[in-house]
């Protein structure tokens, strides 16, 4: 979900060539980090909103079996028709909601495992200590002015990950709303 934004982050890394140039890393960093725990939260509350949907139609299918039932009691053929249709919809419903459900606790996990690394790169980072590949400093005039520009260009292309990152993540939100609302 994070891999650009974190790819982004890497590169920026890699091309700082100052000390202030290393600080606006960490700075782009620590607010990649801040909207990789929003879409974290997001995905966690549309998979507690998923939870509570799946709930809410295993209750419906309790209660429609139960009219069915009630109905086949008294004879009355109609509303059992009725009853197994509704049954044989919520069922269905309930098939999706969990497929639905299994897939997003696995995003969980993995948006999960992304931020504690990106948060693990951060604090590494804070320290001084850059990943792999980084490089501090640069040899030349012309080098270092490239570098700078290379720099900026990141810095610009993960601001625009990140803003990307967050009206999805509203998208989202608003989306599982307006579902919600629905009924559906």
């Known amino acids: 979900m994070f891999e650009k934004l974190r790819q982004s982050i890497r590169d920026a890394m890699s091309r700082a060539s ?17 909207e990789a725990k929003v879409g974290l939260d997001a995905v966690r509350t549309a998979v507690e909103s998923t939870r509570v ?15 069915g039932r009630l109905a086949a009691q008294i004879h009355d053929d109609e509303t059992v028709r009725v009853a197994a ?13 969990e497929r639905k459900l299994q897939a ?5 996990s993995l948006v999960e495992r992304e931020v504690a690394e990106m ?9 001084g200590v850059w990943p792999a590949g980084a490089r501090q400093g640069a ?3 012309d080098d270092e002015r490239d570098m700078r520009g290379s720099a900026a260009a990141s810095a610009a292309a993960l601001r625009r990950e990140i803003d990307k990152r967050v009206r999805e ?4 939100r608003q989306l599982a709303e307006l579902k919600r609302r629905m009924g559906k």
């Open 18 to 34: 100052s000390p202030a140039e290393g600080r606006a890393v960490l700075a782009m960093m620590r607010e990649a980090l801040v």
């Open 53 to 67: 949907q799946l709930a809410a139609e295993r209750v419906e299918l309790e209660t429609i079996q139960r009219r």
């Open 85 to 97: 249709q509704f049954e044989k919809k919520t069922a269905e419903r309930i098939a999706v909601l």
């Open 104 to 108: 997003q606790q696995a995003e969980q």
């Open 119 to 127: 948060t693990e790169q951060f604090k590494s980072a804070s320290a």
């Open 139 to 141: 040899s030349g005039v």
């Open 169 to 172: 993540a509203d998208a989202e």
